[in-house]
């Protein structure tokens, strides 16, 4: 079956950096898109990162020009999160959905295979 296991996450101070690691395993082929998800405490659950399965990116705006989005061939998705801030703290999720296009997507409803999560967090 599909498993996505998240790791890197941590506590950071305000303008650090951290990078999360997403095992993927399950899927038959490269017939999925990956994405990055976040949950802090009595929020819902917003898109962060998306890429497609040619390489296509898109970043929430508020993660623009400091996080970045990627996939290697060993099947596993990184997020590098750069010039952190407080308000970056939250559950970080990997999550992962079967495409065959090249769209990305931020919508949570899009994906239906999730990881147990990753904690980030930034103190000022």
């Known amino acids: 079956q599909v498993q996505l296991v998240e790791s890197g996450g941590g506590s950071v101070q305000s303008g650090g950096s951290l990078r999360l690691s997403c095992a993927v395993s399950?899927?038959?082929?490269?017939?999925?898109?990956l994405g990055w998800f976040r949950q802090a405490p009595g929020k819902e659950r917003e898109g962060v990162a998306a890429?497609?399965?040619?390489?296509?990116t898109t970043y929430a705006d508020s993660v623009k020009a400091r996080f970045t989005i990627s996939r290697d061939n060993t099947k596993t998705l990184y997020l590098q999160m750069n010039s952190l801030k407080p308000e970056d703290t939250a559950m970080y999720y990997c999550?992962?959905?079967?495409?065959?296009?090249?769209?990305?997507?931020?919508?949570?409803?899009?994906?239906?295979?999730w990881g147990q999560g990753t904690q980030v967090t930034v103190s000022s």
């Open positions: 890429i497609a399965r040619d390489g296509s």
């Open positions: 999550a992962a959905r079967v495409c065959y296009g090249s769209g990305v997507s931020l919508n949570k409803l899009n994906y239906h295979y």
């Open positions: 399950g899927f038959t082929g490269s017939t999925y898109c």
